[in-house]
């Protein structure tokens, strides 16, 4: 027996003394040393008890430690369940419960809501802070730097990470062993990353992109990475000549190009730029191009499956569109009613199946019965379209979402909030084009008849329950809703008719 994930990305760098991670102050953890401090994380959390199988729901700011917990998990056979940063408590209460995690990890300033909430479940709660600090650290700076790796099989679960949903509870989507161990070795192959490749890494690693693309990629190439603990453009400009590769969302190349000391120069030594998350427009793909000679790598992705496509490395990378299925992905497009396959060319719902698609929903067979088919395609939510020369198109969503600087806001979260404060009859929440988020927020608020709701109260209402990045960047007050004759809600009328209110002044 063995531990397909532990051992393909992470052991088998165990002796390597090259650099894995380097850090703002100049300083550089080998893969070694980096293993080593997860070994000692590993034997600390087999001390507090911990079982193969057990969740472990870490809300920390992005560090070397979080990211050596992340592989303590996978030699312990524990399920890593990352949580964003920005949740609040009454988020993080849910994915708490729902998850029946039994140790939670988080920084000094969360440890007394959020052992309120353990206290309820029975969980051991640590600290870690972004500096290294906090208990967790400390216990595990006294364990040993050996450890018995846990035999896993393949189809184990490895992490557990929540999607919202466009109606009800969040899910958490179970993704195995062998879904992340494949999607890292196809990526790593298919981009041609090496050993000698060094990754700029900004994004989050609370979220699929930055965890499971940025740094198993690189784990899989046994290559190193700028490790910056968030997206800041002038240590961006400053770092880019120590880099080989970068990958990012829409938002990170819009800002790049905002700004005038982003040039040819500054990327001439890079190997390659990857896009995803979110759409790229075609005129951002142009304008890089256009100042850098370097056309951007777009790929898509989801939390449930990992990643589905890519524009190639070699060939023609072809602006708005996401490429082609990864080799070991099939793909089709199908009627959105029977689930009939479309023939080329023709939209509809983006069906995918493959080894990096994920086994099902936590603890909600009905909703992976939903979404998951018998023969083991997942419906995507995506509506999309394949050319004659086999490119995927993602031409809409046959969900309700909005992205916005590629975190993902569901308007039925934000709608059941506004819903609830005095004086509202009902509310639309719609995605709006943003020149820097992609796309951003607008409550459009109904109020009960001879009643003026309060808007800055409902956005206290709305700070107290959802994270900052899903809050409204607007309130309006619409007498009624535009709805067809079934009594629909119209959401593109209100799309149109506020479509610029955030554009560029
Ligand atoms: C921060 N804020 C946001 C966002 N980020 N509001 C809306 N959307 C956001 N994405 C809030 C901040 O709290 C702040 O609030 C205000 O907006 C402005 O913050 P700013 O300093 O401009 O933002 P930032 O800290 O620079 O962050 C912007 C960012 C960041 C760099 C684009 O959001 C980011 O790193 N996004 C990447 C998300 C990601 O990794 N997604 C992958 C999901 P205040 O007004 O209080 O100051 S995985 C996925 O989607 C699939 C699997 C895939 O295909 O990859
Ligand atoms: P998440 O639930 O965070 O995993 O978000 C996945 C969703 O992001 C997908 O279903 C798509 O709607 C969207 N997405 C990811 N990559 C791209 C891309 N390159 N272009 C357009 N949409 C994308």
Same mark, same amino acid.
């Given at each position: 027996?063995?531990?397909?994930?532990?051992?393909?990305?992470?052991?088998?760098?165990?002796?390597?003394?090259?650099?894995?991670? =380097?850090?703002?102050? $100049?300083?550089?953890?080998? =893969?070694? &040393?980096?293993?080593? /401090?997860?070994?000692?994380?590993?034997?600390?959390?087999?001390?507090?008890?911990?079982?193969?199988?057990?969740?472990?729901?870490?809300?920390?700011?992005?560090?070397?430690?979080?990211?050596?917990?992340?592989?303590?998990?996978?030699?312990?056979?524990?399920?890593?369940?990352?949580?964003?940063?920005?949740?609040? @408590?009454?988020?993080?209460?849910?994915?708490?419960?729902?998850? $029946?995690?039994?140790?939670?990890?988080?920084?000094?300033?969360?440890?007394?809501?959020?052992?309120?909430?353990?206290?309820?479940?029975?969980?051991?709660?640590?600290?870690?802070?972004?500096?290294?600090?906090?208990?967790?650290?400390?216990?595990?700076?006294?364990?040993?730097?050996?450890?018995?790796? @846990?035999?896993?099989?393949?189809?184990?679960?490895?992490?557990?990470?929540?999607?919202?949903?466009?109606?009800?509870?969040?899910?958490?989507? !179970?993704?195995?062993?062998? /879904?992340?161990?494949?999607?890292?070795?196809?990526?790593?192959?298919?981009?041609?990353?090496?050993? &000698?490749?060094?990754?700029?890494?900004?994004?989050?690693?609370? =979220?699929?992109?930055?965890?499971?693309?940025?740094?198993?990629?690189?784990?899989?190439?046994?290559?190193?990475?700028?490790?910056?603990?968030?997206? &800041?453009?002038?240590?961006?400009?400053?770092?880019?000549?120590?880099?080989?590769?970068?990958?990012?969302?829409?938002?990170?190349?819009?800002?790049?190009? &905002?700004?005038?000391?982003?040039?040819?120069?500054?990327?001439?030594?890079?190997?390659?730029?990857?896009?995803?998350?979110?759409?790229?427009?075609?005129?951002? =793909?142009?304008?890089?191009?256009?100042?850098? %000679?370097?056309?951007?790598?777009?790929?898509? $992705?989801?939390?449930?499956? /990992? !990643?589905?496509?890519? %524009?190639?490395?070699?060939?023609?990378?072809?602006?708005?569109?996401?490429?082609?299925?990864?080799?070991?992905?099939?793909?089709?497009?199908?009627?959105?009613?029977?689930?009939?396959?479309?023939?080329?060319?023709?939209?509809?719902?983006?069906?995918?199946?493959?080894? %990096?698609?994920?086994?099902?929903?936590?603890?909600?067979?009905?909703?992976?019965?939903?979404?998951?088919?018998?023969?083991?395609?997942?419906?995507?939510?995506?509506?999309?379209?394949?050319?004659?020369?086999?490119?995927?198109?993602?031409?809409?969503?046959?969900?309700?979402?909005?992205?916005?600087?590629?975190?993902?806001?569901?308007?039925?979260?934000?709608?059941? @909030?506004?819903?609830?404060?005095?004086?509202?009859?009902?509310?639309?929440?719609?995605?709006?084009?943003?020149?820097?988020?992609?796309?951003? @927020?607008?409550?459009?608020?109904?109020?009960?008849?001879?009643?003026?709701?309060?808007?800055?109260? !409902? !956005?206290?209402?709305?700070?107290?329950?959802?994270?900052?990045?899903?809050?409204?960047?607007?309130?309006?007050?619409? %007498?009624?809703?535009?709805?067809?004759?079934?009594?629909?809600?119209?959401?593109?009328?209100?799309?149109?008719?506020?479509?610029?209110?955030?554009?560029?002044?």
């Amino acid at each position: 027996m063995t531990n397909p994930l532990y051992d393909g990305l992470f052991g088998v760098h165990a002796d390597k003394r090259t650099p894995f991670l =380097h850090l703002l102050d $100049g300083t550089t953890i080998t =893969h070694q &040393d980096f293993l080593a /401090n997860a070994t000692r994380i590993a034997n600390l959390t087999a001390k507090i008890g911990l079982k193969p199988g057990d969740r472990v729901a870490v809300q920390v700011q992005k560090s070397p430690d979080a990211l050596a917990l992340y592989a303590a998990c996978a030699q312990s056979g524990l399920i890593f369940l990352p949580l964003n940063t920005a949740y609040t @408590v009454d988020e993080l209460s849910y994915f708490i419960k729902d998850s $029946g995690a039994l140790l939670i990890v988080c920084d000094d300033r969360s440890k007394k809501d959020l052992s309120a909430i353990a206290n309820r479940s029975g969980a051991t709660v640590e600290t870690l802070n972004a500096d290294g600090s906090g208990s967790l650290a400390e216990q595990a700076s006294g364990m040993p730097s050996t450890f018995s790796t @846990v035999d896993r099989d393949a189809d184990d679960l490895a992490a557990l990470l929540y999607t919202s949903g466009t109606t009800g509870r969040s899910k958490g989507a !179970m993704l195995t062993q062998a /879904n992340l161990l494949s999607n890292a070795r196809t990526l790593a192959n298919e981009w041609r990353f090496t050993s &000698d490749d060094v990754l700029l890494h900004a994004l989050p690693i609370f =979220h699929t992109h930055g965890l499971f693309v940025a740094s198993n990629v690189t784990l899989a190439a046994g290559g190193s990475m700028i490790f910056l603990p968030k997206f &800041d453009l002038d240590q961006i400009i400053g770092l880019m000549p120590r880099a080989t590769t970068m990958m990012g969302v829409p938002t990170f190349y819009t800002r790049l190009l &905002d700004d005038v000391r982003f040039t040819r120069d500054l990327t001439s030594h890079m190997r390659l730029f990857v896009s995803g998350s979110a759409p790229l427009l075609a005129e951002t =793909h142009g304008q890089f191009e256009e100042r850098t %000679n370097h056309r951007i790598l777009e790929r898509y $992705g989801m939390t449930e499956t /990992n !990643m589905n496509t890519s %524009n190639p490395y070699e060939g023609e990378r072809r602006a708005g569109t996401v490429g082609f299925p990864l080799p070991d992905v099939e793909l089709k497009i199908t009627k959105s009613d029977s689930g009939e396959a479309l023939p080329e060319g023709e939209i509809g719902q983006i069906e995918v199946r493959g080894p %990096n698609v994920f086994k099902g929903y936590w603890r909600m067979p009905d909703k992976t019965a939903d979404e998951l088919r018998q023969d083991g395609f997942f419906i995507t939510g995506d509506l999309g379209q394949i050319d004659s020369d086999g490119y995927v198109h993602i031409v809409g969503r046959n969900k309700d979402l909005i992205i916005s600087g590629g975190y993902n806001i569901y308007p039925k979260e934000i709608e059941l @909030v506004l819903d609830e404060q005095p004086g509202v009859l009902e509310s639309a929440v719609i995605g709006l084009p943003h020149p820097d988020f992609g796309e951003t @927020v607008l409550g459009v608020v109904i109020p009960k008849v001879g009643q003026s709701p309060d808007l800055d109260k !409902m !956005m206290d209402a709305v700070s107290q329950s959802l994270a900052r990045f899903k809050h409204p960047r607007r309130l309006v007050l619409l %007498n009624e809703l535009p709805r067809n004759a079934m009594g629909k809600v119209q959401k593109n009328v209100l799309r149109d008719q506020y479509q610029n209110i955030f554009a560029k002044a």
